[in-house]
Protein backbone atom coordinates (compact mmCIF):
# COMPACT_ATOMS: atom_id res chain seq x y z
CA UNK A 1 0.00 0.00 0.00
CA UNK A 2 1.60 3.34 -0.84
CA UNK A 3 -1.04 5.09 2.10
CA UNK A 4 -1.53 8.42 1.40
CA UNK A 5 0.51 10.04 -2.50
CA UNK A 6 0.88 13.57 -3.29
CA UNK A 7 1.87 15.30 -6.74
CA UNK A 8 3.95 16.95 -7.46
CA UNK A 9 6.32 17.18 -4.82
CA UNK A 10 8.17 20.49 -5.60
CA UNK A 11 6.47 23.53 -7.83
CA UNK A 12 7.22 27.08 -7.98
CA UNK A 13 4.42 29.60 -9.41
CA UNK A 14 4.29 33.43 -10.66
CA UNK A 15 1.90 35.47 -8.87
CA UNK A 16 -1.06 34.73 -10.37
CA UNK A 17 -0.66 31.54 -11.70
CA UNK A 18 -3.31 28.47 -10.79
CA UNK A 19 -2.48 25.07 -9.70
CA UNK A 20 -3.81 21.94 -8.45
CA UNK A 21 -2.68 19.76 -6.10
CA UNK A 22 -3.05 15.76 -6.37
CA UNK A 23 -4.25 13.63 -3.28
CA UNK A 24 -4.74 10.02 -3.16
CA UNK A 25 -5.18 7.37 -0.57
CA UNK A 26 -5.37 3.89 -0.81
CA UNK A 27 -6.59 3.08 3.03
CA UNK A 28 -10.17 3.26 1.89
CA UNK A 29 -10.55 6.31 4.46
CA UNK A 30 -13.74 8.57 4.52
CA UNK A 31 -12.11 11.46 5.90
CA UNK A 32 -9.29 13.79 3.56
CA UNK A 33 -7.72 16.93 4.84
CA UNK A 34 -5.40 19.63 3.39
CA UNK A 35 -3.01 21.27 5.59
CA UNK A 36 -0.33 23.92 4.98
CA UNK A 37 2.55 24.23 7.34
CA UNK A 38 4.80 27.54 7.77
CA UNK A 39 7.47 28.22 10.26
CA UNK A 40 6.63 28.32 13.72
CA UNK A 41 2.89 27.92 13.02
CA UNK A 42 2.29 23.80 13.10
CA UNK A 43 -0.08 22.78 10.92
CA UNK A 44 -2.93 24.82 10.17
CA UNK A 45 -6.29 23.07 8.60
CA UNK A 46 -7.33 24.66 4.64
CA UNK A 47 -10.28 22.38 4.14
CA UNK A 48 -11.54 18.86 5.25
CA UNK A 49 -14.17 16.35 3.49
CA UNK A 50 -15.58 14.15 6.65
CA UNK A 51 -16.70 11.63 3.81
CA UNK A 52 -17.43 11.42 0.19
CA UNK A 53 -19.58 14.12 -1.35
CA UNK A 54 -19.01 16.59 1.76
CA UNK A 55 -16.42 19.52 1.92
CA UNK A 56 -15.78 21.96 4.73
CA UNK A 57 -13.41 25.08 5.31
CA UNK A 58 -10.98 24.97 7.98
CA UNK A 59 -8.87 27.78 9.84
CA UNK A 60 -7.21 29.62 6.82
CA UNK A 61 -9.44 28.91 3.60
CA UNK A 62 -9.09 32.24 1.73
CA UNK A 63 -7.98 31.53 -1.39
CA UNK A 64 -7.72 28.26 -1.94
CA UNK A 65 -11.07 25.63 -3.28
CA UNK A 66 -11.44 21.55 -3.14
CA UNK A 67 -12.36 18.61 -4.64
CA UNK A 68 -13.15 15.57 -3.45
CA UNK A 69 -12.95 13.48 -6.39
CA UNK A 70 -14.18 10.22 -4.74
CA UNK A 71 -13.60 8.59 -2.13
CA UNK A 72 -9.76 8.00 -2.77
CA UNK A 73 -8.83 11.73 -3.92
CA UNK A 74 -9.31 15.21 -2.82
CA UNK A 75 -7.44 17.66 -4.55
CA UNK A 76 -6.47 21.45 -3.48
CA UNK A 77 -6.80 24.50 -6.15
CA UNK A 78 -5.04 27.90 -6.44
CA UNK A 79 -6.98 29.97 -8.51
CA UNK A 80 -4.19 32.84 -8.22
CA UNK A 81 -1.87 32.38 -6.57
CA UNK A 82 0.06 34.81 -4.32
CA UNK A 83 3.47 34.80 -2.03
CA UNK A 84 1.74 34.25 0.79
CA UNK A 85 0.67 30.98 -0.21
CA UNK A 86 4.25 29.92 -0.21
CA UNK A 87 4.24 26.80 2.36
CA UNK A 88 4.52 23.36 2.51
CA UNK A 89 1.59 21.99 1.92
CA UNK A 90 -0.07 18.03 3.57
CA UNK A 91 -2.51 16.00 2.74
CA UNK A 92 -4.04 13.71 5.40
CA UNK A 93 -6.57 10.89 5.78
CA UNK A 94 -8.30 9.23 8.39
CA UNK A 95 -10.53 6.22 9.06
CA UNK A 96 -13.97 6.49 10.95
CA UNK A 97 -12.74 5.09 14.10
CA UNK A 98 -14.15 7.83 16.80
CA UNK A 99 -11.82 6.44 19.39
CA UNK A 100 -8.74 7.24 17.43
CA UNK A 101 -8.88 9.70 14.47
CA UNK A 102 -5.25 8.89 13.57
CA UNK A 103 -4.27 10.77 10.18
CA UNK A 104 -2.05 9.80 7.88
CA UNK A 105 0.28 12.06 6.30
CA UNK A 106 1.35 12.43 2.69
CA UNK A 107 5.14 13.46 2.21
CA UNK A 108 3.85 16.78 1.31
CA UNK A 109 4.23 19.49 -1.78
CA UNK A 110 6.71 22.56 -1.38
CA UNK A 111 5.25 25.66 -3.15
CA UNK A 112 7.10 28.56 -4.18
CA UNK A 113 5.10 31.78 -5.19
CA UNK A 114 7.52 34.46 -6.67
CA UNK B 1 -6.72 32.49 21.04
CA UNK B 2 -4.87 29.99 19.72
CA UNK B 3 -6.51 25.99 20.60
CA UNK B 4 -2.96 24.41 21.64
CA UNK B 5 -0.16 25.08 23.47
CA UNK B 6 3.14 23.72 23.41
CA UNK B 7 6.01 24.31 25.65
CA UNK B 8 8.82 26.45 23.44
CA UNK B 9 11.50 24.92 22.24
CA UNK B 10 14.23 24.49 21.20
CA UNK B 11 14.94 21.75 24.38
CA UNK B 12 18.25 20.19 23.68
CA UNK B 13 18.97 17.16 26.41
CA UNK B 14 21.77 14.92 26.47
CA UNK B 15 21.82 11.40 25.03
CA UNK B 16 20.12 9.28 27.75
CA UNK B 17 18.18 11.86 29.71
CA UNK B 18 14.46 12.42 29.56
CA UNK B 19 13.27 14.85 27.39
CA UNK B 20 9.66 16.48 28.95
CA UNK B 21 7.36 17.96 26.30
CA UNK B 22 4.12 19.46 27.52
CA UNK B 23 0.82 20.58 25.51
CA UNK B 24 -2.26 22.38 26.71
CA UNK B 25 -5.30 23.04 24.76
CA UNK B 26 -8.53 24.89 25.14
CA UNK B 27 -11.87 22.96 23.96
CA UNK B 28 -12.85 20.53 27.15
CA UNK B 29 -14.87 18.61 25.03
CA UNK B 30 -11.87 17.15 22.72
CA UNK B 31 -11.55 13.16 23.57
CA UNK B 32 -8.03 12.23 21.76
CA UNK B 33 -4.74 13.50 22.04
CA UNK B 34 -1.98 12.29 19.53
CA UNK B 35 1.67 13.23 19.68
CA UNK B 36 3.49 13.11 16.06
CA UNK B 37 7.16 13.74 15.40
CA UNK B 38 8.42 15.51 12.22
CA UNK B 39 11.97 15.21 11.15
CA UNK B 40 13.42 17.96 9.15
CA UNK B 41 11.79 17.80 5.56
CA UNK B 42 9.52 14.90 6.00
CA UNK B 43 5.79 14.61 7.00
CA UNK B 44 4.74 14.24 10.32
CA UNK B 45 4.50 10.67 11.69
CA UNK B 46 2.00 9.24 14.95
CA UNK B 47 4.11 8.06 17.48
CA UNK B 48 1.11 7.89 20.12
CA UNK B 49 -2.08 8.45 20.96
CA UNK B 50 -4.18 8.72 24.23
CA UNK B 51 -7.49 9.25 25.17
CA UNK B 52 -8.22 8.39 28.38
CA UNK B 53 -6.71 9.72 31.47
CA UNK B 54 -3.39 9.06 33.08
CA UNK B 55 -0.55 7.49 31.49
CA UNK B 56 0.31 5.24 28.54
CA UNK B 57 3.92 3.89 27.64
CA UNK B 58 5.19 2.34 24.24
CA UNK B 59 8.82 1.86 24.65
CA UNK B 60 10.65 4.43 25.41
CA UNK B 61 7.89 7.08 25.00
CA UNK B 62 5.26 7.71 27.88
CA UNK B 63 2.27 9.70 26.98
CA UNK B 64 0.32 11.16 30.18
CA UNK B 65 -3.25 13.19 30.09
CA UNK B 66 -4.85 15.06 32.27
CA UNK B 67 -8.21 16.18 31.18
CA UNK B 68 -9.33 18.33 34.17
CA UNK B 69 -6.49 20.33 33.47
CA UNK B 70 -6.53 19.78 29.86
CA UNK B 71 -2.79 19.02 29.90
CA UNK B 72 -1.15 16.49 28.09
CA UNK B 73 2.46 15.31 27.83
CA UNK B 74 4.70 13.37 26.10
CA UNK B 75 8.14 11.49 27.96
CA UNK B 76 10.57 10.44 25.86
CA UNK B 77 13.04 8.09 28.09
CA UNK B 78 16.81 7.51 27.24
CA UNK B 79 16.64 9.85 24.75
CA UNK B 80 18.96 9.25 21.22
CA UNK B 81 20.15 11.20 18.91
CA UNK B 82 17.93 9.63 15.97
CA UNK B 83 14.55 11.16 18.17
CA UNK B 84 16.00 14.76 17.38
CA UNK B 85 12.88 15.98 15.40
CA UNK B 86 9.86 18.49 16.29
CA UNK B 87 7.08 16.74 18.21
CA UNK B 88 4.12 18.18 17.06
CA UNK B 89 0.67 17.98 19.73
CA UNK B 90 -2.66 17.18 18.22
CA UNK B 91 -6.06 17.17 20.00
CA UNK B 92 -9.29 16.12 18.42
CA UNK B 93 -12.04 17.86 17.94
CA UNK B 94 -15.14 16.04 15.61
CA UNK B 95 -13.57 15.04 12.88
CA UNK B 96 -10.99 17.75 12.54
CA UNK B 97 -7.51 17.89 14.61
CA UNK B 98 -5.78 20.94 15.70
CA UNK B 99 -2.20 21.36 16.16
CA UNK B 100 0.45 23.01 18.39
CA UNK B 101 3.28 24.78 16.58
CA UNK B 102 5.47 21.87 17.94
CA UNK B 103 8.41 21.62 19.62
CA UNK B 104 11.86 21.09 18.55
CA UNK B 105 14.20 18.51 20.44
CA UNK B 106 17.88 18.21 20.01
CA UNK B 107 19.55 14.87 21.43
CA UNK B 108 23.21 16.13 22.07
CA UNK B 109 25.67 12.72 21.75
Known amino acids: NAGVTQTPKFQVLKTGQSMTLQCAQD?????MYWYRQDPGMGLRLIYY???????DKGEVPNGYNVSRLNKREFSLRLESAAPSQTSVYFC?????????????FGPGTRLTVL | QKEVEQNSGPLSVPEGAIASLNCTYS??????FFWYRQYSGKSPELIMF????GDKEDGRFTAQLNKASQYVSLLIRDSQPSDSATYLC?????????FGAGTTVTVRA
Open chain 1, 92 to 104: ASSGTDRSTREQF
Open chain 1, 27 to 31: MNHNS
Open chain 1, 49 to 55: SASEGTT
Open chain 2, 27 to 32: DRGSQS
Open chain 2, 50 to 53: IYSN
Open chain 2, 90 to 98: AVNSDYKLS
